[in-house]
């Protein structure tokens, strides 16, 4: 049982990383905007590049682990 209920917080495709990509950056740009307005001038700005751009690696590092899992799998079944 919860190995089944485990499987379901496994991303398994890019579609599906892609997917959660595209939500960090929904919540990213969300709480950059929430820094500009709480601290106006560079500051705010500075952090709005640091939420964002911690998006990018995370989505680097996710599209990456993909591409070494599939080619994992692929060496096994040889």
């Not at 700005?45 to 751009?53: Q, R, S, V």
């Amino acid at each position: 049982m919860f190995r089944k209920l485990g499987r379901l917080f496994v991303i398994k495709t890019s579609w599906e990383a892609y997917l959660i990509i595209y939500a960090l950056a929904l919540g990213a740009t969300a709480r950059g905007a929430a820094y500009i307005q709480e601290y106006p001038g560079w500051g705010g700005y500075a952090l709005f590049l640091a939420c964002t751009g911690a998006v990018f690696l995370a989505g680097a590092k996710i599209l990456d682990c993909l591409k070494y899992e599939k080619a994992e799998r692929e060496a096994k079944a040889k």
